[in-house]
């Protein structure tokens, strides 16, 4: 695979950007990316969806007076809302000219784990993902800081029950354990200790505030200090423990390049991380210039978006019908604003089991095709919300070199499909596009689109 | 009315894991000739490389033969005498011995109008059927399994290769490609077997998508289920797929289309030697097949179709063949007639140098639908009318 092409699918989801990637190098390509502007706006069909206080409290008036049908009226509504969000996030990360700021978005999203499943509340999960959009490159300290006072995350991890009298330690807990320092930089009195500092944080308008009458009063230990802290203190003390760079940059290493980092990389760019006051802007700087210089790829499992969206790009699938991405993507285990769990999808092997392989490779089947994702489930046809029939076909169209000869075709989707390839693989690809091929003859490119829907359904074509 | 009746005799099969619970009536009607019932089977052999049948099946009696190929042209004395002055090539003894006991039929002279020497686009013609040369994006059995299959059934064609074949592309995936039927035999085995590349996670992919292949619990049932057979095949690639075939209609799998291919049939140069090998690989691992079939009583429900996307050019190039136009096909088992069928190749009367084609591929594929599968060839698009003679 070509190198750039390699680097537009890790710092993106496709080959799209490989050229650009080419032209300016790899450097000016992060600035730009570091330099794209946050579009702030209020998506519309966010319109109807409770924002205040005032009307979370009245919605929430409603389902209480409201007959179980008209609960069940509105529950389905805010879930389709949630699906709109899907598509809406779907549609950045594969339209943005420099999709970097989507994909760290994405790698926060699955850091700090709020799903709208607990939440509930649209337009909160929504400011959750915008903060992590505006902070994608910004400062972890700062980004943790403003995450854990969202409204999204204080009711995710139970916090609204976190009260001085009767103490809740699920955020405090996971602030330590998932969010920043890991598993063995903590004890439990830490745990116990942080509940009180955290005591009292709920829903606030904008963002999460503390409730006088719930708040802890009294000072406690935290890390070996004695204070009465809150939670900016808190994280202060936290971010001076010596281990906090090192759970982060594992996680950033595993999400662009390395399903299992090795534990020296590891420590070199947490080092790295620590001297730059955590930084991400330089971390990740950093971090691509360097392995971008490395023989490194194959390293790493495609997620379910950058497979589906990866074939989209190179099918030409015009205004893809984003909630059909999206169901797809639920299928595959990566459904979005709904990890599983607060640990987050954990990537790596877990992306691929048997089913989900079959998956893979019945879609692509069905993309070649010219068919839509999912299509003639049930599920997916007798679903009001979809506007698009997905039983319409696809206008599917590759890009290839028509001048060139079978070996040379079957060289550039290489480039663009896989990261390695054997003899018997290019064996089987000079059987499907022979010798005597000639891009010129009517009906050629469906040879083309059959040899690249043999390569993507290659193991090799699962891997970056 | 008739496709219900036989959907159901399919579906009573699948079910019941074989015939074994059909009513006797059924079974004394499966004991006729010609009478089709579910399990009946095609296995398609293809040549790639575009087979040269004159030097096949060769017209040893014409004395063209054997001025328009001084060099590559086999003597009298080394054929394998046929019949209306036809013979086999001396590495077909196989073929000659079941056309004696009546169970191969020669169909001469096969090909299509406005021939194409591409094999890349030759072989799309034969694998999708098309009326005027169109490009079609399914098969022609693709296009048959999609109506034969109510719903989707991924065992319903099995092309044993290691990669898809065109002619089973159809709008629903009703048939699977698999490379190494070795691994069906058992699972822990061939993970064992699978060998390891220096990169963890492509290891890991790999032993997936090995063990993924859509119907291969079906498939594994069958291997269990067939009998042991106890003729040797050949240690070749083609022999080891036919085996594998014949295990899975022994084992009751109840596909309708099994396709393999061989490559190596571009004999451009050199021809004697390879062509010779070639022809060899292919009768020692047809004819296993077909005693195995034979010994297990199911020759009558197996019909093996031999084919290739072209023949060669009638003169020789010096030690080889360029790529011709018509060529003979061979069917095998499935109670066909056990005729040569056509016309012997007229030498005198050429086009361009090739043979002119005097039977349509396309009426031998409608006799087989019609006469194996009870299958109308229209419904898929196939116009010609379905050869006589055969079945």
Same mark, same amino acid.
């Given at each position: 695979m070509d190198n750039h092409t390699l680097w537009s699918l890790r710092l993106g989801?496709?080959?799209?950007q490989s050229k650009t990637i080419e032209k300016i190098g790899l450097k000016k390509f992060l600035e730009q990316s570091y330099d794209t502007k946050v579009d702030s706006k209020i998506p519309?069909?966010?319109?109807?969806?409770?924002?205040s206080l005032d009307e979370y409290k009245e919605l929430r008036k409603k389902y209480k007076t409201s007959s179980p049908d008209e609960v069940k009226e509105m529950r389905k509504k805010e879930g389709q809302t949630s699906f709109d969000m899907k598509a809406w996030w779907i549609a950045k990360m594969n339209e943005d000219e420099f999709p970097l700021r989507e994909k760290m978005t994405c790698f926060w999203h699955n850091h700090y784990v709020s799903t709208f499943q607990k939440v509930k509340v649209n337009y909160w999960v929504f400011q959750h993902n915008q903060i992590l959009r505006e902070n994608a490159f910004g400062n972890f300290k700062i980004l943790t800081k403003k995450i854990i006072q969202s409204n999204a995350m204080v009711r995710y991890l139970d916090n609204v029950d976190n009260r001085k009298d009767k103490l809740n330690e699920n955020l405090s807990r996971e602030l330590l354990?998932?969010?920043?320092?890991?598993?063995?930089?903590?004890t439990e009195d830490d745990i116990k200790n942080g509940a009180k500092g955290l005591a009292g944080l709920g829903i606030g308008e904008e963002n999460a505030v503390y409730r006088r009458f719930f708040e802890y009063d009294e000072s406690f230990d935290y890390f070996g200090k004695k204070g009465n802290f809150k939670i900016e203190e808190m994280i202060d003390i936290i971010f001076e423990?010596?281990?906090?760079?090192y759970l982060i940059t594992r996680k950033i290493l595993k999400w662009f390049i390395y399903d299992n980092p090795k534990d020296e990389l590891v420590q070199y760019y947490g080092d790295y991380f620590k001297k730059m006051k955590f930084e991400i802007q330089p971390l990740l700087t950093k971090i691509f210039t360097e392995e971008f210089?490395?023989?490194?790829?194959?390293?790493k499992i495609k997620n379910p978006l950058e497979y589906s969206l990866q074939l989209r790009n190179e099918l030409n699938i015009?205004?893809?019908?984003g909630k059909l991405i999206a169901f797809f993507l639920k299928e595959q285990g990566m459904d979005l604003f709904n990890q599983?769990?607060?640990?987050g999808w954990d990537g790596g092997n877990s992306w691929l089991t048997s089913q989900v392989f079959l998956q893979r490779n019945n879609v692509a089947d069905m993309l070649c095709n010219g068919k839509n994702l999912a299509r003639g489930k049930k599920e997916m046809d007798e679903n009001?919300?979809?506007?698009?029939?997905?039983n319409t076909l696809l206008n599917v169209k590759l890009n290839w070199n028509?001048?060139?000869?079978n070996k040379e075709i079957i060289a550039e989707l290489k480039n663009r499909l896989l990261f390695q390839t054997d003899e018997t693989e290019q064996k089987d690809f000079e059987k499907i596009?022979?010798?005597?091929?000639?891009?010129?003859?009517?009906?050629?490119e469906y040879a083309v689109m059959r040899l690249f829907n043999f390569m993507i359904k290659t193991p090799e074509f699962q891997l970056i | 009315m008739k496709m219900d009746r036989r959907r159901f005799l399919t579906l009573t099969g699948t079910f019941t894991g074989g015939?074994?619970?059909?009513?006797d009536f059924l079974y004394s009607f499966g004991a006729q000739n010609g009478l089709v019932l579910g399990e009946q089977c095609v296995i398609f052999v293809q040549l790639n490389g575009g087979n040269d049948g004159l030097n096949t099946f060769?017209?040893?009696?014409?004395?063209l033969y054997y001025n328009l190929r001084p060099t590559i042209a086999l003597s009298k004395n080394e054929v394998l005498n046929s019949s209306k002055g036809m013979a086999f090539h001396p590495a077909l003894k196989g073929f000659a011995s079941m056309q004696q006991s009546g169970d191969l039929s020669v169909i001469q002279n096969v090909g299509y109008p406005?021939? #194409?020497?591409s094999h890349f686009r030759s072989q799309e013609i034969w694998q999708t059927a098309p009326t005027n040369q169109e490009y079609l994006n399914d098969g022609w059995l693709g296009r048959y399994l999609d109506l034969q299959?109510?719903?989707?059934?991924?065992?319903?064609g099995i092309n044993i290769d290691s990669i898809d074949n065109l002619a089973l592309?159809?709008?629903?995936?009703?048939s699977i490609t698999v490379k &190494?039927?070795?691994?069906?035999?058992?699972k822990s085995k061939s993970e064992n077997e699978s060998l390891l590349s220096n990169n963890p996670q492509l290891d890991f992919v790999r032993k997936i998508a090995n063990s993924v292949v859509e119907g291969s619990n079906d498939i594994q049932k069958a291997v269990a289920k067939s009998a042991v057979s106890d003729v040797v095949y050949p240690k070749t690639g083609l022999a080891k797929n036919l085996e594998w075939i014949s295990k899975l209609i022994k084992g009751n799998l109840n596909s309708k289309i099994y396709y393999t291919s061989l490559g190596?049939?571009?004999?451009? &140069?050199?021809?004697l030697a390879i062509h010779k090998n070639k022809l060899k690989e292919l009768n020692d691992a047809v004819y296993s097949l077909y005693e195995d079939l034979k010994k297990s009583q199911q020759l009558q429900n197996v019909t093996i179709v031999v084919f290739s996307e072209f023949g060669r050019r #009638?003169?020789? /190039?010096?030690r080889g063949t360029d790529h011709g136009t018509a060529a003979p096909m061979f069917i095998i088992g499935g109670? /066909?007639?056990g005729k040569i069928i056509?016309? /012997?190749?007229?030498?005198?009367?050429?086009?361009n140098g090739d043979l002119k084609y005097e039977i349509d591929f396309r009426s031998v594929y409608a006799s087989i639908l019609k006469n194996?599968?009870?299958? &109308?060839?229209s419904e898929i698009g196939i116009q010609n009318k379905a050869l006589e003679g055969l079945f």
């Open positions: 989801y496709s080959g799209k519309d069909f966010l319109e109807n969806s409770p924002k354990e998932l969010f920043t320092l890991g598993i063995g930089n903590y423990q010596p281990n906090i760079p210089a490395k023989n490194n790829s194959g390293s015009e205004n893809p019908n599983p769990n607060v640990k009001s919300m979809m506007k698009q029939n997905p028509k001048e060139g000869n596009l022979k010798y005597d091929f000639d891009s010129k003859t009517e009906g050629s | 015939s074994l619970l059909l009513p060769i017209p040893f009696e014409d004395a406005n021939p #194409v020497r299959c109510k719903e989707h059934q991924p065992t319903a592309k159809g709008e629903e995936a009703n &190494d039927p070795n691994r069906f035999k058992t190596g049939f571009d004999t451009h &140069d050199n021809q #009638v003169k020789d /190039n010096g109670n /066909n007639r056509g016309n /012997n190749p007229n030498l005198s009367d050429l086009d194996k599968l009870a299958f &109308d060839a």
